[in-house]
């Protein structure tokens, strides 16, 4: 007999060999069902796996995180197994689950698209009724490559393991698949699913190596949970910024141009010079001094600063001119460190907060490319703080408090913060030693604690320079963007010889602060897209008010007077002069989500009046001129 402790903490005694799902029945049948996989001390395994020791054991129900992983890895190897009864010869690579679902990279003889998926989806649904079992088992090297000899990807797969590693084997029906598992028990229980989509992946996301069909689903526990998924997946398509980008005239890319190179249009250029002005008055309020420095560096200013060592591959390529070569600039770092060693500095200066909006360039994958979210020239809203030791509690706190304030202005509630730290099995790609690391580490975590921030910690996640503050913030259609960033420096100080004389007159090093409030300028408009709906608030919208005559012979005059004096008001305002119907323009209007719509006929013209309409509202109302322009004021004022 062994000992089973459970969550709870009951101990319940079983014969050796016993299988968890026996043990589930044994407690309650209802919960049986539930039950999906198990874990064993601290491990996932199946719930066909024999117990043999005293040990901890969890059952893991549907409702839980873990399951839904589980049930969309199974459903990965359902889609593979329906592709290669389908298409004779295909070839498997990697069929992992991903945070909504799952996908699998193949190599199927022929090309195929969208329209073949729902062909896919019934031949997994005939595999379904199959309910064949889902067995796993374990061989040695050898034995496994003997096994998939004619299948390229997972002889590459088992070469990459150790040979004296046993390896897992999942088999259902004719389908066979290298995996460490765990899966469900049944290819019956894996019912609701629905395939989203095709695409091209290098295999192991290397551009050297092939192009395999990548192929994206998702997989419930229920029709109705299923249901809800592709609902939300609906709302995401009328919120990609990319379509909304397109439609409301805010930006757009030519292949002549280049991949990943945003042109931004006229209403895409008002947007980022208000959200632009709104921070550097935030900043300077704090006593920020703002500055511009150039898009090239000498690659020496890189190789001071160890971003050529630690970050070339991201880099564009080096330009070799008048016997110096230059970069595009991917972070401005490097120029305010010159700038601040450029004078001597006094304690009593410090601390010295320098900002900038700038023009970035980093060579990203084409794959990781994502409409303005993910670019190869973006601006930053970047900041360095030059502090003494004694003042990083009190300028972190400072950081935290702006991003808390900017946040509060847009409405956004649902983020987290998350410390990223050093991995400390994989030390040689960061800066500096043990003690500096540990130190910095140490100072933020007081300072959040301090705060009463919570925070989480994720280790590997720090520049290679000092650890960090991620600010995760979920989005509108479901995805975690990092708006926000705090770094803690005593690297780039060091590297720089910056100093400043303290009270004693001896010279010292200050310390660095990192810190992006919106941070990529374009990613946060991608967000802010996204979030809105394309429908922006007042203060931030590229037309602010929309003026349209009914008549062009007998209004026009009153409207154009009244264009002049909104503008003169520095309120964004376009005239509908065209010969279109009246209803057409209203509705335009509408489309474009402009705020206000000034419909102007006689009896505005008579009564020197206007009459609104807010968009998003049926009802009209009629002002003075005067009442209209404050009550525009008042909105953009309270960032409405």
Not at 68 to 87: P, T
Not at 154 to 180: M, N, P
Request: a negative charge; glycine letters at 6%.
């Amino acid at each position: 007999m062994v000992k089973v402790t459970l969550k709870d903490g009951s101990v319940k005694e079983v014969e050796s060999g016993k299988l968890i799902i026996e043990l589930a029945r044994d407690l309650s049948q209802s919960l049986a069902k539930k039950c999906v996989v198990a874990r064993v001390d601290g491990a996932l395994v199946d719930l066909k796996s024999p117990i043999t020791k005293d040990c901890s054991l969890e059952l893991i129900t549907n409702d839980l995180p873990e399951a839904f992983e589980v049930l969309n890895h199974s459903c990965a190897h359902l889609l593979a197994q329906a592709v290669k009864r389908l298409y004779p010869g295909t070839q498997c690579g990697v069929g992992p689950a991903i945070e909504e679902g799952f996908y699998y990279d193949l190599a199927i003889p022929q090309a195929i698209n969208a329209e073949d998926l729902p062909k896919i989806e019934a031949e997994m649904k005939k595999i379904v009724k199959e309910n064949l079992p889902i067995v796993h088992e374990t061989l040695s090297h050898k034995e496994a490559k003997e096994m998939f000899k004619d299948d390229k990807y997972k002889c590459l797969l088992i070469d990459a393991v150790s040979e004296d590693e046993a390896l897992g084997i999942y088999t259902q029906g004719e389908y066979k698949d290298v995996c460490r598992g765990p899966h469900v028990m049944s290819t019956g229980l894996i019912k609701h699913f629905k395939l989203l989509s095709v695409a091209g992946a290098y295999w192991r996301g290397d551009s050297k190596n092939e192009m395999l069909t990548r192929i994206y689903g998702t997989c419930w526990f229920s029709a109705e949970d299923l249901e809800k998924y592709l609902q939300i997946l609906e709302e995401r398509k009328a919120r990609d910024h990319r379509k909304l980008g397109k439609e409301l005239g805010i930006f757009m890319f030519d292949d002549l141009v280049g991949r990943g190179l945003p042109m931004w249009l006229p209403n895409g250029f008002i947007i980022r010079r208000a959200l632009s002005d709104y921070i550097m008055d935030k900043e300077y309020a704090l006593g920020y001094k703002h500055v511009m420095t150039p898009s090239l560096g000498n690659v020496e200013l890189y190789k001071t600063s160890g971003h050529w060592a630690h970050y070339k591959d991201d880099m564009f390529p080096a330009m070799e001119l008048d016997d110096e070569a230059y970069v595009l600039r991917p972070m401005n770092c490097p120029h305010h460190m010159v700038m601040y060693r450029q004078n001597l500095h006094s304690y009593r200066e410090l601390p010295i907060r320098i900002a900038e909006i700038a023009n970035d360039f980093r060579f990203e994958a084409s794959g990781a490319l994502t409409g303005i979210e993910r670019t190869r020239a973006f601006s930053q809203n970047d900041s360095h703080i030059f502090c003494r030791p004694d003042q990083i509690a009190q300028e972190f706190k400072g950081v935290v408090q702006l991003i808390l304030d900017v946040y509060k202005d847009f409405g956004f509630k649902d983020y987290k913060f998350r410390l990223s730290l050093r991995d400390p099995e994989d030390t040689e790609k960061y800066f500096g030693n043990d003690e500096l690391w540990e130190k910095s580490e140490s100072e933020l975590r007081e300072v959040l604690n301090s705060l009463g921030v919570d925070y989480y910690e994720a280790k590997g996640e720090a520049a290679f320079y000092g650890p960090k503050l991620d600010v995760q913030v979920r989005s509108a259609i479901g995805h975690d963007v990092t708006l926000s960033t705090i770094q803690l420096d005593y690297q780039l100080p060091e590297r720089f010889e910056l100093t400043y004389i303290d009270e004693n007159g001896a010279k010292v090093r200050p310390v660095v602060i990192h810190r992006a409030i919106l941070g990529s300028m374009d990613r946060f408009i991608a967000f802010l897209i996204e979030e809105t709906k394309g429908v922006f608030p007042c203060w931030l919208a590229p037309t602010q008010v929309e003026i349209i005559p009914v008549s062009l012979e007998y209004h026009s005059e009153y409207a154009q007077s009244l264009l002049t004096k909104l503008r003169r008001n520095k309120i964004r305002t376009e005239l509908d002069s065209r010969d279109e119907k009246l209803g057409y323009k209203i509705r335009e209007a509408q489309t474009r989500k402009i705020p206000y719509s000034l419909v102007i006929g006689d009896n505005e013209v008579k009564n020197n009046t206007v009459t609104y309409r807010e968009y998003g509202h049926q009802e009209q109302i009629t002002v003075t001129i005067d009442e209209f322009v404050k009550l525009i004021e008042d909105r953009i004022n309270n960032l409405k």
